[in-house]
């Protein structure tokens, strides 16, 4: 139900609000905007948005409207575009987005035919936004998750109809979906995906089995490994340095935002974030080095964050951000 993205030490958090509006607030650490208010950007969306940011001061944030079609607005040099731009297509599906450089962004969603479908700005057809929505097949039914590890490579994941995790990329031209798995490593949850360093992935994803499943791309695919827990949200995870990742999911039964770290090949123990009950699935961001700044709606639908600092070493008590946030998209 929210997003975030980090530029030059700053997040912005997005949520949609009650009356399915979207609403942002930008700060660090403790130190927000507008103190308890959340600026408002318009819109009335079918469902939760997407945000990027391909540079400094520049973030696009992406949405799916009530008619179905897909809109965009950014923020430059200090200001909002002034309206939301329709990207068109029928989509039924939260977006994904990733940026492989500077003026390029790449956007996926799932069709009324649950086939994946992609558009880019900067893309084959020059500066701009392609005229057409290009279809990838498959038959998927969950968000997609996107991302690039370098210049002219994108990479993309999905759950499918199946419950089977697939996975496709793009290197000046598009592959064909990857089943990533056996038949029987089935997932209910979508997946989430990160990279930090140029040919690597981590994918990361909830088992049938309720616990928090991992995958490898370094060269060559690894088998699944079972990193324990059970969890009732897909997670989400961010790179916070080299060889090292941050992950965070909401625990099955107790609602609470658990925290684990992989620095190098070796994860650390499950940590409990404890302070207060999340509704929603998290969002995390890295603004520093070793640190992260994680965010979930709680149980009173206001929105909330704590932050890792301190080389990684501490983490913050939790702070009430406000707002009011649907949880129904």
């Known amino acids: 139900m929210l997003t975030a993205t980090s530029t030059f030490g700053k997040s912005t958090i997005f949520g949609a609000g009650v009356a399915n509006g979207l609403f942002y607030k930008t700060g660090k650490d403790k130190t927000w905007d507008g103190n308890g208010d959340w600026s408002f950007l318009g819109g009335y969306f079918a469902h939760p948005p997407a945000a990027i940011s391909w540079g400094e001061d520049r973030i696009d944030v992406f949405a799916v409207g009530t008619d179905g079609a897909m809109y965009e607005r950014h923020f430059e040099a200090g200001q909002w575009s002034q309206n939301w731009t329709s990207l068109g297509g029928s989509f039924t599906s939260p977006p994904a987005v990733a940026s492989w450089g ?92 990160t990279s930090w360093t140029s040919k690597r992935l981590d994918i990361f994803g909830v088992g049938e089995d309720g616990a928090m499943h991992h995958i490898t791309f370094n060269t060559n695919w690894t088998t699944w490994e079972n990193l324990g827990g059970k969890w009732e949200s897909q997670p989400a995870v961010v790179k916070s340095d080299p060889n090292r990742l941050e992950l965070v999911a909401i625990g099955a039964g107790d609602d609470t935002m658990y925290h684990k770290r992989l620095v190098g090949d070796s994860w650390e123990d499950w940590e409990s974030l404890d302070g207060g009950k999340c509704s929603s699935a ?48």
């Open 102 to 193: 500077l003026k390029r962004l790449d956007v996926f969603a799932i069709g009324q035919d649950t086939a994946m479908y992609h558009k880019a700005y900067g893309g084959n057809e020059g500066a701009g936004w392609d005229k057409d929505w290009f279809g990838l097949g498959g038959s998927f039914d969950s968000p997609p998750s996107a991302i690039s590890w370098g210049p002219n490579r994108l990479d993309m994941v999905c759950l499918g109809k199946d419950n089977l995790i697939y996975q496709n990329y793009w290197e000046g031209k598009w592959g064909t979906w990857l089943r990533l798995g056996e038949k029987s490593d089935k997932f209910k949850s979508p997946p989430a995906m």
């Open 282 to 329: 998290p969002a995390v961001v890295s603004t520093e080095s070793k640190g992260a700044s994680v965010f979930c709606i709680g149980a009173d639908n206001a929105m909330k964050t704590r932050t890792l600092s301190q080389g990684g070493t501490k983490w913050g008590d939790w702070s009430q951000l406000q707002g009011i946030f649907a949880l129904g998209l």
